[in-house]
């Protein structure tokens, strides 16, 4: 089992303990500092809600196909490239196998790229 983005130190487990299942009540919620030194009125950070982060994650670099390594600082940018790189490919897969007016040129800003169709798609703009 990989250790990649859990915890190193002493005390971890290799199997994921029960989440509570209101860990944030079902409502965006946010940790804050405490208003002052010793007021103890901070927000306490479990090992369930840190859990859940690792294992989202986790959970998203694996499905987008790339491999977990403590070494790469890159892998969650590696997935969400991948991932766009799978939906502009569903999106115009069989459009662009059938080469019927497909065209990809640079964008106005650096690191995009445009796609432009005449098949009745909007022109779209992409961060590559």
Same mark, same amino acid.
């Given at each position: ?14 199997s994921r ?9 079902? =409502? %965006?919620?946010?940790? #804050? %500092?405490?208003? *002052?030194?010793?007021? #103890? +009125? ?11 982060? $690792? ?5 998203? =670099? ?7 390594? +403590? ?6 940018? #590696? ?5 766009? %790189?799978?939906?502009? *490919? *569903? ?22 790229? $445009? ?14």
């Amino acid at each position: 089992m990989t250790t990649a983005i859990g915890p190193q130190g002493p005390n971890y487990t290799t199997s994921r303990p029960a989440t509570s299942p209101v860990a944030s009540g079902g =409502i %965006d919620t946010w940790a #804050k %500092d405490c208003t *002052a030194a010793g007021a #103890k +009125d901070g927000t306490f950070l479990n090992a369930s809600f840190f859990n859940i982060i $690792v294992a989202q994650l986790r959970e998203t =670099i694996r499905q987008a196909g790339v491999a977990l390594d +403590d070494l790469d600082d890159l892998m969650l940018y #590696k997935a969400i490239q991948n991932i766009a %790189d799978e939906r502009i *490919a *569903a999106i115009l897969g069989s459009r662009l196998s059938a080469n019927r007016g497909v065209r990809i040129i640079p964008g106005v800003a650096p690191g995009y790229l $445009v796609i432009q169709s005449n098949l009745g798609l909007s022109e779209r703009p992409v961060l590559t």
